[in-house]
């Protein structure tokens, strides 16, 4: 068996709304991420580990901000995508590993729902996903709630055929 490590990082702007999108729910909020699709970050940063750990590039490489395709999407199909992607090349997922920087609203409540979403993407497990969520202390861009971070760490594996 032949193992890889990806890593993956994603950040937004936060401006005026109602509701954050964050592995794919919907979580009511007085400011929601700014960007060319759902801005979901914790939904990038994975697709971005996962790229990375198959050497397949990064997310703006197939899903570009500068296409309308892409315009307000939800970024689960995204997901699907990249997971599909890795499929065709023989890998699956062993485990995700991520964290979510916001400074409010508190979002603990919320991450079973979100793991829910992100094994159901995936077809995987809920045991072989971990959310977490910090704050900065309300230092930088995030801790001034001027924006929104997440960082991924997966593990793929591919089966190597005996000789």
Avoid: W
Wanted: hydrophobic share 35%; glycine share 10%.
């Amino acid at each position: 068996m032949k193992i890889r490590v990806g890593f993956g990082y994603d950040v937004h702007k936060l401006g005026k709304g109602k509701m954050l999108r964050l592995g794919g729910v919907n979580i009511p909020s007085e400011k929601s991420s700014i960007g060319h699709s759902d801005a979901d970050v914790l939904i990038h940063a994975i697709c971005d580990a996962l790229l990375g750990a198959a050497n397949l590039g990064d997310i703006g490489h197939y899903f570009s901000d500068k296409d309308d395709q892409y315009k307000d999407i939800d970024s689960k199909i995204l997901l699907k995508k990249v997971v599909n992607f890795l499929k065709e090349k023989g890998y699956s997922i062993g485990n995700i590993d991520s964290t979510i920087c916001l400074q409010k609203p508190k979002i603990s409540s919320y991450i079973q729902k979100m793991k829910t979403s992100l094994a159901g993407c995936m077809d995987i497990s809920l045991h072989d996903i971990s959310v977490k969520a910090t704050t900065t202390e309300k230092l930088g861009f995030v801790g001034n709630e001027e924006g929104i971070s997440a960082y991924a760490v997966v593990l793929i594996e591919k089966s190597i055929p005996s000789t």
